[in-house]
């Protein structure tokens, strides 16, 4: 069993930056895919961002490419989405996700784990 807890959202204008974290317990961090997903109100769940195991490959979604970083610090047992250039339209509760793979997982049925959520609220 894996828990993750995530932290760092908050209110923050247009333009600005947010760093979220997640901290996983449980199993072998460093065995886990990991990824960032975000839901609006009314709106399904949407991919963010993802990383593999080692660190060394991620993608983006389209949205948030170039604007949005992810990555990884095993010894803390941590992931970070680092969010520039705030639009409203980023806001939404931003949740993380683990499975036990190798590869970059950007799909919502591709993870078993799933942290409670942060707020990111972005003001125009």
């Known amino acids: 069993q894996v828990q993750l807890v995530e932290s760092g959202g908050g209110l923050v204008q247009a333009g600005g930056s947010l760093r979220l974290s997640c901290t996983a317990s449980?199993?072998?961090?460093?065995?886990?895919?990991m990824g960032w997903f975000r839901q609006a109100p009314g709106k399904e769940r949407e991919f963010v961002a993802a990383i593999n195991w080692s660190g060394g490959s991620t993608t983006y979604a389209y949205s948030v490419n170039g604007r949005f970083t992810m990555s990884r610090d095993d010894a803390k047992n941590t992931v970070y989405l680092q969010m520039s250039s705030l639009k409203p339209e980023d806001t939404a509760v931003y949740y993380c996700a683990a499975v036990n793979s190798r590869g970059v997982v950007a799909t919502t049925r591709g993870y078993n784990y799933w942290g409670q959520g942060t707020q990111v609220t972005v003001s125009s």
């Open positions: 449980g199993r072998t961090f460093r065995n886990y895919a």
